[in-house]
């Protein structure tokens, strides 16, 4: 019969049944075997507390009265066997000291005696294994093999239950800060929606990770995380803060009748503060934190975009402060942001793509440039120009990331078409601040064209005013000189509809001029703008600058411009922007062309 119960038992542990609904079974069959003694299992805890697991003849008050009792010496029989790893037994409960805290409550119950044994598994006491008796007495020998029996089966469950809590712990704790993690946080921010409670989110990012990383190592960063973790640990209860991954935290914030979040977040920032040491040197840490309530009817997929909304807003107007989402008020923020996840999520899919217009020489009807533009490849196989999502350029690491993917994919297509023996001039590639910020933008070119063996006098680097307005202006202005000293040609994309433009073709070194499509569009019967169209023109051509139009649809507009003296445009009346194998075709039909024209094609 106890062979029959411990297979059953062992076969309930490992199928994971409740380790305390097996246990409570293995003690009703215990006390069947034995009527006249009552069974308890309790554990021991990090802290060194007993904790009731099982026992379905020990009374509930009785339970509750001895939950969460300290281990020492002279603890009742149990607490007293955790502390010494050894088996105790009090044949008489009414007078022996161990007892005199709890006696009247064994005695009570009619408990005479108790007999305690340590469950204990690679040396470590996980609980205790008890018999209560009625009457003053100790163990038979064939009670002590049942016990035997009994403890060991518990020591092969709690130990299971132990490793399986650690995996749990393990996949569910940030290594690093020692925080929940993301998938955590995905768990208890679900469970949200279903308590009858005011709830919110706050998302925060580190300041200038990636600038500390970069000056003092990584180490210096890992140190930075944890004691933002450790921080955030300190003014938050168990599940409320997480590390999501990277330089990213979440906080829930819990109330009752409301939920201030503005408050919380001004005490998140106030606790991050103080200066910290990281890789021995000192460091600020600072954070940007976006934040929304859940309201009536919202899913926690609702609360969670909110604040990513008000996040991403907090980060592009004031970061190192907080930002509420206010429904009412961030349509254009959910726009540029859902712009940012398309993009991003592109990066990573490898859909990111260029299309090519052609610049064409008005008198001879040659391409002699390109201009390439970016592209976004749907998941669906749909093709969205970049005036959809040129608000992301606004964040500084995803446009220098959208350049970089775009300049691997132009120095791959330009090296094919020389291979081919195409000629296509120059191909005009689009920089944004976010390109200038590092400093290295020469070399960051260079490299991608050197390795695939692209001569740098094959690119126009095209950039607008925007980029080098403000205290940077200096920085930017030396890249440029740069970029042409290394070979590439700088083209000022937009002429005319920026800030202060005269003023910058005395300061910035520059080779082209691209007059601003709004222009060429409304010279035709607008005397205003076709006398600026005609200035614009003039000045460039007497300053030494290659002139492109932009824009052209109509042969009247490339004729008027042609008379004022500008030779090169592009627009839809040559080509819209057209994917790789459809430029490539047009390369190849003007493959024929005199040697002599195709050699000054582009020479200013």
Not at 84 to 108: C, N, Q, S, Y
Not at 253 to 271: K, M, Q
Not at 289 to 296: D, K, L, P, Q, S
Not at 399 to 420: F, G, K, P, Y
Request: charged fraction near 25%; charge should be negative; glycine fraction near 10%.
């Amino acid at each position: 019969m106890l062979i029959t119960l411990q297979n059953t038992i062992l076969e309930r542990i490992a199928k994971g049944e409740a380790l305390a609904e097996t246990l409570d079974f293995l003690c009703r069959s215990v006390e069947v075997i034995v009527p006249d003694v009552v069974i308890s299992v309790l554990t021991l805890d990090d802290r060194g507390r007993l904790n009731h697991l099982a026992g379905p003849s020990i009374p509930k008050h009785y339970a509750d009265a001895i939950d969460g009792v300290r281990i020492g010496e002279d603890v009742g029989s149990c607490g007293t066997a955790a502390h010494r790893a050894t088996p105790v037994l009090v044949d008489d409960i009414e007078t022996h000291p161990f007892w005199e805290p709890f006696k009247d409550l064994a005695m009570g119950l009619g408990f005479r005696a108790c007999w305690s044994t340590p469950i204990i598994s690679d040396g470590a006491v996980l609980g205790t294994f008890a018999f209560y008796f009625y009457r003053k007495r100790g163990p038979s020998e064939f009670e002590q093999g049942i016990v035997d029996a009994c403890v060991y089966l518990c020591a092969i469950g709690l130990d299971r239950e132990l490793r399986a809590k650690e995996r749990r712990r393990v996949a569910y704790t940030d290594s690093l800060t020692g925080l929940p993690n993301r998938s955590r946080f995905n768990e208890v921010v679900a469970l949200e929606e279903t308590r009858n409670s005011k709830w919110g989110l706050l998302l925060m990012d580190l300041d200038n990770l990636k600038l500390v990383n970069d000056t003092f190592g990584h180490q210096a960063g890992d140190d930075l995380i944890q004691v933002v973790g450790q921080r955030l640990a300190a003014i938050s209860d168990g599940d409320s803060a997480f590390r999501l991954g990277g330089d990213e935290f979440a906080i829930i914030v819990r109330g009752t009748e409301c939920v201030d979040l503005g408050f919380y977040a001004g005490h998140v920032l106030d606790s991050l503060k103080a200066p910290c040491f990281c890789a021995g040197q000192t460091v600020y840490p600072s954070g940007t934190i976006g934040g929304a309530v859940a309201m009536a009817g919202e899913t926690a997929g609702n609360v969670r975009q909110n604040a990513d909304f008000a996040l991403y807003e907090a980060k592009e107007r004031c970061r190192g402060r907080f930002i509420e989402y206010s429904g009412s008020a961030f349509s254009v923020i959910e726009r540029r942001f859902r712009a940012f996840q398309q993009v991003s999520e592109a990066l990573r899919e490898n859909r990111i793509d260029v299309y090519y217009q052609p610049i064409v020489d008005f008198e001879t009807g040659q391409i002699v440039g390109l201009e390439a533009l970016c592209r976004l490849i749907t998941r669906g196989g749909d093709v969205v120009t970049a005036s959809e999502f040129h608000s992301v350029t606004n964040d500084v690491k995803l446009a220098a990331e959208l350049t970089s993917r775009v300049l691997d994919i132009v120095a791959r297509d330009a090296r094919d078409w020389i291979d081919r023996g195409l000629y296509f001039g120059r191909i005009g590639l689009n920089v944004s601040a976010g390109d200038f910020l590092e400093g290295r933008l020469t070399q960051k070119v260079l490299g991608v064209l050197n390795k695939a063996g692209v001569p740098a006098d094959r690119i126009v680097i095209e950039l607008t005013e925007s980029i080098y307005i403000g205290r940077h202006e200096q920085s930017v202005v030396g890249q440029i000189a740069a970029l042409r000293e290394a070979g590439m040609a700088v083209a000022l994309d937009d002429f005319g509809t920026g800030f202060a433009s005269l003023t910058h073709l005395l300061t910035v070194p520059l080779d082209i001029i691209k007059i601003d499509r709004l222009f060429v569009e409304r010279m035709m019967n607008d005397n205003s703008a076709a006398v600026i169209v005609e200035a614009l023109v003039s000045i460039s051509r007497k300053l030494g600058f290659l002139v492109i139009a932009e824009g052209i649809e109509t042969q009247a507009q490339s004729d008027f411009l042609a008379g004022l003296g500008c030779a090169r445009g592009q627009g839809f009346l040559f080509s819209k922007g057209i994917d790789r194998h459809e430029i490539s075709a047009l390369l190849l039909q003007q493959l024929r062309l005199p040697a002599p024209i195709v050699a000054h094609a582009f020479a200013h």
